[in-house]
């Protein structure tokens, strides 16, 4: 039925969908021109408006609320754009001194550190790329995909490695400890692991308001464990630090 209502060579002007849910298509439909939704309550209203009823001249005014403001989105774009940049400039800065004129003075963690701005850039850059596209209506479905596939796949590989940079780094990787045992090795596993399967669901879940609201509680759950888990290990390297310099200390000879 769908296949005819949207063939172009039909006469229908207008396809509603009766429905108290949202619903979503895997393909883009550009005929008929007006494709909407409408309640349960609405539609069986306008239902008898959709075909002759003997004589009589119907008609009927319907508004129709377009979900994205593309007009707001359109201008938060340049600001993605210019954010990007910058985070980019920073970044090939950073670079070029870790790895060209202070590359004898830097410590891995700092070259590390390299990869959070460009990460960074990436992500806001595809976003403002994503906020410039409004209302998402092409013939072709494909650059669409790829888009929410370069989004997915930042955001996903960014945040996972993020968090388990600093679950790392509250532990005292490159500072108090210099080797990753088996137990912590699996541990930084179990924090990646965790991060993208959340971030998988969250992005899965996005055309389902019920189910994303139940992920995104789950997802600032896993946020407020992984928050209190790192404070007490940074509070542990802290104390231990604390207890290396007083215990150097006193070693120090009074000539000194």
Request: proline residues 3%; aromatic residues 16%.
């Amino acid at each position: 039925m769908i296949k005819n209502a949207t063939n172009a060579t039909n006469r229908i002007s207008g396809l509603i969908f009766i429905s108290d849910q949202d619903i979503t298509s895997k393909s883009r439909y550009m005929n008929p021109k007006l494709i909407s939704i409408a309640s349960r309550t609405d539609g069986l209203a306008m239902k008898p408006f959709s075909y002759e009823l003997g004589s009589k001249n119907l008609s009927f005014k319907m508004n129709h609320r377009f979900v994205e403001n593309c007009y707001v989105l359109y201008g938060l774009a340049p600001t993605f754009f210019f954010t990007s940049t910058i985070l980019f400039i920073t970044s090939a800065i950073w670079i070029s001194f870790v790895y060209g004129f202070r590359k004898n003075s830097s410590f891995p963690i700092q070259k590390i550190l390299t990869i959070i701005p460009v990460l960074k850039g990436i992500e806001v850059m595809l976003y403002g790329l994503d906020y410039q596209k409004c209302p998402w209506v092409w013939e072709d479905i494909a650059p669409e995909a790829y888009l929410k596939m370069g989004k997915v796949t930042s955001v996903t590989f960014s945040y996972t490695f993020l968090h388990a940079f600093l679950y790392m780094l509250c532990r005292g990787w490159s500072l108090t400890i210099h080797t990753v045992d088996r137990n912590q090795a699996t541990n930084v596993t179990m924090v990646m692991g965790l991060i993208y399967l959340m971030y998988s669901a969250y992005f899965l879940s996005i055309d389902f308001s019920g189910m994303m609201e139940f992920v995104n509680i789950v997802l600032a759950f896993v946020y407020l464990i992984l928050g209190i888990i790192n404070f007490q290990s940074l509070t542990k390297q802290i104390y231990l630090v604390r207890q290396f310099l007083l215990n150097a200390d006193e070693t120090i000879p009074a000539a000194f």
